[in-house]
């Protein structure tokens, strides 16, 4: 009886030793665990993590360029009065090849993002000329295909509104926007508008003749510049005005382009006198009163060939539009001197300082000289 008493006593006291040992070792990994939990790389981390958490991260600005040529007075055909070496004549002479009369500058309105010129002429195949006076003056077509010219240029718009988009009447007219969309080439002016995105920001274009500056017209100039920046556009209008042969700019297209600008314009750019006019910084804005001929088939051989290619660069930071910069690339309307040959072709060397030159004298108030390196002709103004 004595030994099982001993042995019970045994068991009991085993049985209490392993339970106390294991309480214990439980004790002990809990405060281990604690230790752990609350040691100091672990309140690093916490310190790391707050540190990132509050610390601002640093956004880089995103710079963006659009390159836009603007050229003047093209018209892609003739009247019907001239005879040898017309614009038609040339085109067969050079197999009926579209891409003949750009060819020379496509290099450059290519590496652009837009290029506009003045579509001076109706593509049609009507023969019922407008009734434009005495003495008779020029009715100037091409065929509808003549468009195709355009698109093999690299030019994407043109401006319509000028004193010979209606030769052909509104038959004449409405051929030549139908030849356009049928070549996606977009248009401008005549009460059309021209708006596209480029590398994100909005561009509107307007067109209007602006041979007087009456109220009615300056209204609908405003009007018209109030539609486009309620879009959010940069807005660029091309006014046919001015007098032929006159490198000065009149009071008429001062009157008006200063107008354009203090309404809320960003670019003006003229033509219609066939020769250049000089270039005018105002508010911050240019003014182009003209670009004179460009690829022009209503002159077989005019006493003047001087033109040029006129680009704004437009800059932005995080799509803020902070400069405007210009470059102007002299050229002739033609690649031959005795002739015209439709085929407008950028100067060189002597030839281009001299036109250079001319357009920095005519523009008294652009307050930048022309120089010839292409870089240094790039001036900002914010």
């Given at each position: ?16 030793i ?7 070792f439980i ?6 665990s604690?230790h752990?939990?609350t040691s ?9 993590k707050?540190s ?21 007075d ?32 496509k ?9 506009i ?15 434009k ?12 295909e ?19 988009i ?13 030849s ?13 508008k ?9 561009y ?16 609908n ?41 203090d ?17 005018e ?66 100067l ?18 652009l ?7 292409d ?8």
């Amino acid at each position: 009886m004595k030994q099982k008493k001993i042995l019970i006593f045994n068991i009991f006291l085993f049985t209490f030793i392993i339970s106390a040992s294991i309480t214990y070792f439980i004790f002990k990994s809990s405060n281990i665990s604690k230790h752990i939990i609350t040691s100091k790389p672990v309140t690093k981390i916490a310190e790391i993590k707050e540190s990132i958490e509050t610390k601002p991260i640093e956004k880089k600005d995103i710079l963006t360029e659009v390159l836009i040529s603007s050229v003047g007075d093209c018209t892609l055909g003739t009247d019907d009065k001239f005879t040898n070496n017309t614009f038609p004549d040339v085109l067969k002479k050079n197999n009926n090849d579209y891409s003949y009369f750009f060819r020379n500058v496509k290099d450059i309105f290519s590496k652009d993002d837009l290029t506009i010129a003045n579509l001076e002429t109706t593509f049609t195949l009507s023969n019922v000329k407008a009734y434009k006076g005495n003495p008779p003056f020029f009715n100037f077509k091409g065929s509808p295909e003549y468009a195709k010219i355009l698109t093999a240029g690299s030019v994407e718009a043109v401006n319509l509104s000028n004193n010979h988009i209606y030769d052909y009447s509104k038959k004449g007219f409405n051929d030549t926007t139908s030849s356009l969309k049928n070549n996606n080439v977009n248009y401008f002016g005549e009460g059309n508008k021209f708006i596209t995105t480029l590398k994100g920001n909005k561009y509107g274009f307007l067109g209007y003749t602006g041979f007087n500056n009456n109220k009615k017209f300056l209204d609908n100039v405003k009007k018209d510049i109030e539609s486009l920046k309620n879009e959010n556009c940069i807005v660029i209008i091309n006014f046919h005005w001015g007098a032929e042969g006159s490198y000065t700019a009149n009071e008429v297209q001062k009157s008006i382009a200063h107008f354009a600008v203090d309404n809320g314009a960003d670019l003006i750019i003229g033509h219609h006198p066939h020769v250049v006019e000089g270039i005018e910084q105002y508010k911050g804005k240019f003014i182009c009163y003209s670009l004179g001929n460009f690829c022009f088939g209503g002159n077989q051989n005019p006493y003047d060939k001087d033109t040029f290619i006129f680009q704004t660069k437009y800059r932005f930071t995080n799509n803020v539009l902070t400069s405007t910069s210009i470059k102007v690339i002299p050229c002739s309307i033609s690649s031959a001197t005795n002739i015209n040959d439709y085929r407008p072709t950028p100067l060189e060397g002597d030839k281009k300082l001299h036109l250079l030159a001319k357009i920095t004298k005519l523009s008294p108030n652009l307050g930048l000289k022309l120089e010839a390196d292409d870089f240094s002709t790039l001036m900002s103004i914010k």
